[in-house]
């Protein structure tokens, strides 16, 4: 398993943020590129947070806000939380922390 950031956030049917979540639709080019960037290293997943089939996840991570970034380590571990809009400097520097702390753990295990 690899770690993961999961995006926690209100879609529309077509898998589209919803246009009144403007932190949402600030974020989402930003997450794509993180995604090209870091996806050989980290998983990224979408999810609807207003869909019930997610909700064990949304109360899983307390999700109270939109939009909501979990961080999780290979191990399943928490590893940062980030709620509402996320600059893209604290992303990168977060992504690449997951990234290093990942690798580092590998070395030692």
């Not at 940062?80 to 690449?96: D, Q, S, W």
């Amino acid at each position: 398993m690899r770690c993961c950031v999961v995006g926690v956030e209100v879609l529309t049917p077509d898998g589209l943020c919803l246009r009144q979540c403007e932190s949402c639709n600030l974020m989402a080019a930003s997450m794509l590129a993180f995604e090209k960037e870091y996806g050989d290293r980290v998983d990224f997943v979408l999810l609807n947070g207003d869909d019930p089939r997610n909700a064990a996840v949304v109360r899983a991570f307390g999700v109270d806000g939109i939009p909501h970034i979990a961080m999780v380590t290979a191990q399943g571990a928490l590893w940062a939380t980030l709620i509402g809009f996320v600059p893209n400097a604290v992303m990168a520097k977060r992504l690449l922390g997951l990234s290093r702390a990942e690798s580092d753990a590998g070395r030692h295990n």
